[in-house]
């Protein structure tokens, strides 16, 4: 059974930093692209950023590129997400994503909580 | 403003269907087969109900499908259960530098 468990969210202030970590099981992690998305309280989903299977490729979302890290540890089966610069706005529930194939995510975690407040 | 397009409430009675539309662009539902649909539970996280446009994980019951026609996508939900009663987000697949993007999300109610 595939499970993915977030942690490290929190609060944290406007302007401060936090990272996020996503631990895999279930299924060969190393050969599966993995996915943050994130959703405001009360709002959409909203996509994040995206890792290749090997960590050599990383897409991030307009609103996070240049604030966010996105990467992986193949050998203990984690995902990351380091954010950096965070703001109001980007307080949200984020959620780590197996995928399946392009652009397409076929398992979730729970969510981590993340709020950005002074 | 989300990418995609969706109707914000969509409602059935049970035992009847719903159809949940998507609409997007060129460079993203009409330009790729990598467009899914998500169920999402107050409270709960999302889970994976069709993908490749019309295409169903395992376990997920055949009253979901899904079609396409040019840049819009459609969700259909026949033979509605109380359960069924959640939102519903499109997702697709819009090139290396969007990557994915989302509608807003559909709230069905089962009347």
């Known amino acids: 059974e595939v499970q993915l468990l977030e942690s490290g969210g929190g609060l944290v202030q406007p302007g401060g930093s936090l990272r996020l970590s996503c631990a895999a099981s279930?299924?060969?992690?190393?050969?599966?692209?993995m996915y943050w998305v994130r959703q405001a309280p009360g709002k959409g989903l909203e996509w994040v950023s995206t890792?290749?299977?090997?960590?050599?490729?990383?897409y991030y979302a307009d609103f996070m590129r240049g604030r966010c890290t996105i990467s992986r540890d193949n050998s203990n089966n984690n995902l990351f997400l380091r954010m950096d610069s965070l703001r109001a706005e980007d307080t949200a529930i984020y959620y780590c994503?197996?995928?399946?194939?392009?652009?397409?995510?076929?398992?979730w975690g729970q969510g981590a909580l993340v709020t950005v407040s002074p | 403003q989300s990418a995609l397009t969706q109707p914000r409430s969509v409602s059935g009675s049970l035992g009847q269907s719903v159809t949940i539309s998507c609409t997007g662009t060129?460079?993203?539902?009409?330009?790729?087969?990598?467009v899914s649909w998500h169920q999402q539970h107050p409270g709960r996280a999302p889970k994976l109900m069709v993908y490749?446009?019309?295409k169903r994980p395992s376990g997920v019951s055949d009253r979901f499908s899904g079609s396409k026609s040019g840049n819009t996508a459609s969700l259909t939900i026949s033979g509605l259960q109380a359960e069924d009663e959640a939102d519903y987000y499109c997702?697709?697949?819009?090139?290396?530098?969007?990557?994915?993007?989302f509608g807003g999300g559909t709230k069905l109610t089962v009347l």
């Open positions: 994503a197996k995928g399946l194939i392009l652009g397409v995510f076929d398992h």
């Open positions: 890792i290749s299977a090997n960590g050599g490729t990383t």
């Open positions: 490749d446009v019309n």
């Open positions: 279930g299924f060969t992690f190393s050969t599966f692209a």
């Open positions: 060129s460079r993203d539902v009409g330009n790729y087969k990598y």
């Open positions: 997702c697709s697949y819009a090139g290396p530098d969007r990557f994915v993007v």
